[in-house]
């Protein structure tokens, strides 16, 4: 099973992107789903997850209000809807799942795609 991120790119402060990840060899709808990113020269961080019916979605506090994330399981593809960006949202992005349940801290994610780059020039 393997996961594929794309729709990373530049983009101007106040400005929208649309991150997908799409997975290969096994079934959306058995995973939680979450994205992280890594802001350059700083660890990896939670970012919003969505559990595998998407009954329920969270978000950490610094995106709330500015990301949407959604999820088309007959698709195979997780979505991250960006608005409003900011510099501070500059990172690489990385989606992930989980079998078992979802969460907040990286360690609980077993599958992770490969990244993609997000940058907001200021």
């Known amino acids: 099973v393997q996961l594929q991120a794309s729709g990373g790119g530049l983009v101007d402060t106040g400005g929208s992107l649309r991150l997908s990840c799409t997975i290969s060899g096994g079934l959306l709808s058995s995973y939680a789903m979450a994205w992280f990113r890594q802001p350059p020269g700083k660890e990896r961080e939670f970012v919003a997850g969505?559990?595998?019916?998407?009954?329920?979605?969270y978000y950490a506090d610094s995106v709330k209000g500015r990301f949407t994330i959604s999820r088309n399981n007959a698709g195979g593809t997780v979505f991250l809807q960006m608005n409003s960006l900011k510099p501070e949202d500059t990172a690489v992005y990385y989606c992930?799942?989980?079998?078992?349940?979802?969460?907040?801290?990286?360690?609980?994610?077993?599958?992770w795609g490969q990244g993609t780059q997000v940058t907001v020039s200021s």
């Open positions: 992930a799942g989980d079998l078992l349940k979802s969460g907040s801290h990286a360690e609980e994610y077993k599958l």
């Open positions: 969505i559990t595998w019916s998407a009954v329920r979605t």
